[in-house]
Nanobody, 118 residues
Framework: QVQLVESGGGLVQTGGSLRLSCAAS????????MAWYRQTPGKQRELVAA???????NYADFVKGRFTISRDNVKNTVYLQMNSLKAEDTAVYYC????????????WGQGTQVTVSS
């Protein structure tokens, strides 16, 4: 089992910044991909950013240049620095971790609300 604890969500004004954190614990092994997704009511969950253990990143077009994903492999923690926030960034943000191979797994965090007021 892998436990994910998210923190850092909240209310911020348009143009402001927030930093999300997600710490993984338990039977982790080597996490291959750590990522952030988001979801708004009535819509499918969508990828925001992903980061491999090797350092490769993948960002959704709507956050490029504004959000930065990073990870601490020692602490098994992934961060999402969100700058220049817009009202349309309002969503529940979910942490996701994946391990590939024989002992593969995928886990989701409980979600953290980010609200950007205009």
């Amino acid at each position: 089992q892998v436990q994910l604890v998210e923190s850092g969500g909240g209310l911020v004004q348009t143009g402001g910044s927030l930093r999300l954190s997600c710490a993984a614990s338990g039977s982790i092994g080597s996490i291959n991909v750590m990522a952030w997704y988001r979801q708004t009511p009535g819509k499918q969950r969508e990828l925001v950013a992903a980061l491999t253990r090797g350092g490769s990143t993948n960002y959704a077009d709507f956050v490029k240049g504004r959000f930065t994903i990073s990870r601490d492999n020692v602490k098994n923690t992934v961060y999402l620095q969100m700058n220049s926030l817009k009202a349309e960034d309002t969503a529940v943000y979910y942490c996701n971790v994946k391990r590939f191979g024989v002992l593969s797994y995928e886990y989701w965090g409980q979600g953290t609300q980010v609200t950007v007021s205009s």
